[in-house]
């Protein structure tokens, strides 16, 4: 089974940094896409930060967040700096994962998620 680890999550006063990662493990052939989601009580699920071939970011985010992956070791990792308080979420890392060599067809996985508030 392919398991996603998060962490890195707090407490942080506006305007400070955290940085979480995430590594994945198990049978792993490639990983074609990391990316982190955000989920705020009562709201849906919202794309934060992509890696690809490429980074995409939200528009919320995009100048104070950035996000980089290690593929040497499976990780992504999002460096979020001048944190507010409507960053506050359950941050979920996802990775979209091919297991096998000989298989056509990748896989979507989820972390568990990761606490993040920001307040004063």
């Known amino acids: 089974q392919v398991q996603l680890v998060e962490s890195g999550g707090g407490l942080v006063q506006p305007g400070g940094s955290l940085r979480l990662s995430c590594a994945a493990s198990?049978?792993?052939?490639?990983?074609?896409?990391m990316g982190w989601y955000r989920q705020a009580p009562g709201k849906e699920r919202e794309l934060v930060a992509l890696f690809t071939s490429s980074t995409n970011y939200a528009d919320s985010v995009q100048g104070r967040f950035t996000i980089s992956r290690d593929n040497a070791k499976n990780t992504v990792y999002l460096q979020m700096n001048s944190l507010k308080p409507e960053d506050t979420a359950v941050y979920y890392c996802?990775?979209?994962?091919?297991?096998?060599?000989?298989?056509?067809?990748?896989?979507?996985?989820w972390g568990q998620g990761t606490q993040v508030t920001v307040s004063s």
């Open positions: 198990g049978t792993i052939f490639s990983i074609n896409a």
């Open positions: 996802n990775a979209r994962i091919i297991r096998y060599s000989w298989a056509s067809v990748a896989n979507d996985y």
